[in-house]
Each structure stands twice: as structure tokens, then as C-alpha cells.
């Protein structure tokens, strides 16, 4: 028979991402609802390590749903990547009698919730907390949607401007090993050309469309450049268009994705989600993410949710935009 928690502990870790809050806010009162202690670590898993940390209750959260980053903060722990570091998280954890660790994060905070099973025997629950929507086991992760609109109104006032100079823009949006913030900004803001990590950089073929593009008399085009799409990212895209004979304008957006009020679609995610997980640790689970796979909530081993490839986005919206670009 599984023993019903009485304690979480929960802690938002790895870059900060729109809806962290909202996910917290969910969290804490749903386990209050059901009559759980919350412990709240600051700056994630270097709170777990140095044991700096606050009691959580229904006001600790109040009006943080609209809020970016997170209250409880955010910091780079390298000791979770040894046994020391490992031994003295869970040590942390057992001194506070913590039965079940919620961690609102992206690939690298789901490995240290691995990492930390090896050394701790309390439950572990993953939620996708990343605007890069590159976890396995849910379709969408908490904070694309917003990074998604700021690249996009980025891309609307960037087109403005080419048009009235003619010119060729590129911006480079966030994801160094995951395309989805460029696919789906490409898609959205109605750019020419979208470069993404999933793809082989064809800077030749990239040149003939473009010469394509103005033969057309197309006034401006627009290349979205995922930062991680080719070896020395957009200034090398740059340069190899420049070196066709063409002036470009380059602008990277940068850590401004993972700012600002999350937009509805993070809250709404957020929110359930994080009464999901709530849930699913009154219920004894342990290892998984808590995601949302079409319409429905699911639980998915942490291990899946981490394996190589199992989340890419579809590169076929790539072929589509190659008629749309016309």
C-alpha cells in the first residue's frame, strides 16, 4: 500500500520560463486543498543543497499567476552532477521530511531528478517547464507559447522596416539543440526562410532562394535562425548571404524570450499541470513527467521524457513554407 505524502518540496529549475509561477501557484494550493505541508527551495537545486528554503501556504502565492521568471528563483547547481552533491541534496531532503520533490524545469532539471533517485528514496515528479518544448512526453511545455509571441511580435516590426529598406533581415531566436521557438515563429510571422538545428545548414541553397526571392521583386525577406542551426550560428548565416553580394540587418532576440507575463495558453498549462502533478503524487507516483499529450494528462517515466529525439518538431512545415514564400 503507497503512504500518502504529508510533505512536498518544490523548486523551479534551469532557465527561467513564462508560466513558472502559475505552475507554483497551482501546486501549492492544490496540496493545501488536500491538507499537505509545501516547502518551497530557493534557486532550485542550490536550495536543496545549501537548505535554503520557506514553508509555502495559500498567500505565499497570491497574485503570481501573471507574473514571468520565479519567486522562488533559479541558480546553476554543478554539484548535482556528483555523488557529494547528490548525497548532500538527499540529505537535505530526508533532514526536512520531504516525501515528494516537484520539479518545474527542463531536460537538465529532469537529469538531476534522476540523479537524485539514485541517492533519495522520496517521489519525484517532473513538469516541463522550458520555452525550448523540447521534452518527451507532453506536446507542449510551459513558457513556448509566450517565448513563441515575443519572437513573433519581433518578427512583425522587424518586416516593417525591411520593406521600407528593402532589406534582408535575420533573427535569431532561442534553442540551441531544438527548433520548435523558429519553426513555429517562421510559420507564424510569415518569414521566407526558417533555419533550425533538425535540419542541415545548406548556406549555397540558402543564397539561390534568396536571389529567387528578389528576382521576384520581393520588397524584403525575413530568415528566423534558430541560434544552434549551424556553427557559428547567425553572424556565420550572415555572412554567407553578405557574401553573395547582399546587405543584411541582424537581430537577436535573445534572453528577452523568457520574460514577460505568460500569455493564456502557459497559465492554462501551467495551472493544470500543476494540479496534475499534485495529484499524481497523492497517488504514489514517482519518476515521471507530468505532461499533456493532445487532450489528455499523462504520465510519462522521467527516462522516456529524456530519450534523444523523442520530442522534435515537425520539419515538414519546413517543405510547406517553401511554397508559401513565394
Not at 505565499?60 to 528563483?73: A, D
Request: aromatic share 6%; with cysteine.
Amino acid at each position: 500500500m503507497t503512504t500518502r505524502p504529508h510533505r512536498l518540496g518544490v523548486l523551479t529549475s534551469g532557465g527561467d520560463a513564462p508560466g513558472m509561477n502559475a505552475c507554483l501557484r497551482a501546486i501549492v494550493r492544490t496540496a493545501i486543498y488536500h491538507n499537505l505541508e509545501v516547502i518551497g527551495f530557493q534557486r532550485g537545486y542550490r536550495g536543496v543543497l545549501l537548505g535554503d528554503y520557506q514553508a509555502l501556504d495559500a498567500r505565499s502565492v497570491t497574485n503570481i499567476i501573471q507574473r514571468g521568471g520565479t519567486i522562488l528563483g533559479s541558480a546553476r547547481a554543478p554539484e548535482m552532477h556528483h555523488p557529494e552533491g547528490l548525497k548532500q541534496a538527499a540529505s537535505t531532503l530526508k533532514g526536512l521530511g520531504i516525501d515528494a520533490l516537484l520539479v518545474i524545469g527542463g531536460n537538465g532539471s529532469m537529469q538531476g531528478a534522476l540523479a537524485l533517485a539514485d541517492y533519495w528514496q522520496g517521489q519525484l515528479i517532473g513538469l516541463p517547464g522550458t520555452i525550448d518544448n523540447d521534452l518527451g512526453g507532453t506536446d507542449w511545455t510551459i513558457g513556448f507559447f509566450t517565448a513563441l509571441d515575443t519572437a513573433l511580435d519581433a518578427v512583425d516590426r522587424l518586416r516593417d522596416t525591411a520593406d521600407a529598406f528593402d532589406r534582408i533581415f535575420l533573427l535569431e531566436v532561442m534553442g540551441r539543440h531544438a527548433g520548435w521557438i523558429a519553426l513555429f515563429t517562421g510559420i507564424g510571422g510569415g518569414a521566407e526562410e526558417i533555419l533550425i538545428p533538425e535540419q542541415p545548414y545548406d548556406s549555397a541553397a540558402l543564397s539561390a532562394r534568396i536571389k529567387e526571392y528578389r528576382a521576384r521583386n520581393k520588397r524584403s525577406v525575413i530568415v528566423v535562425v534558430a541560434e544552434g542551426a549551424c556553427d557559428g550560428g547567425v553572424a556565420q548565416v550572415a555572412a554567407d548571404i553578405e557574401g553573395h553580394g547582399f546587405e543584411t540587418r541582424t537581430c537577436v532576440l535573445g534572453h528577452i524570450q523568457r520574460g514577460g507575463s505568460p500569455v493564456a495558453l502557459d497559465r492554462y498549462l501551467a495551472t493544470e499541470l500543476g494540479v496534475f502533478a499534485v495529484q499524481a503524487a497523492l497517488e504514489g507516483a514517482t519518476l515521471v513527467l507530468a505532461g499533456k499529450l493532445g487532450q489528455t494528462n499523462q504520465l510519462v517515466p522521467l527516462r522516456e521524457a529524456l530519450a534523444d529525439g523523442k520530442h522534435r518538431p515537425p520539419t515538414q512545415l519546413l517543405e510547406i513554407n517553401r511554397f508559401l514564400a513565394i
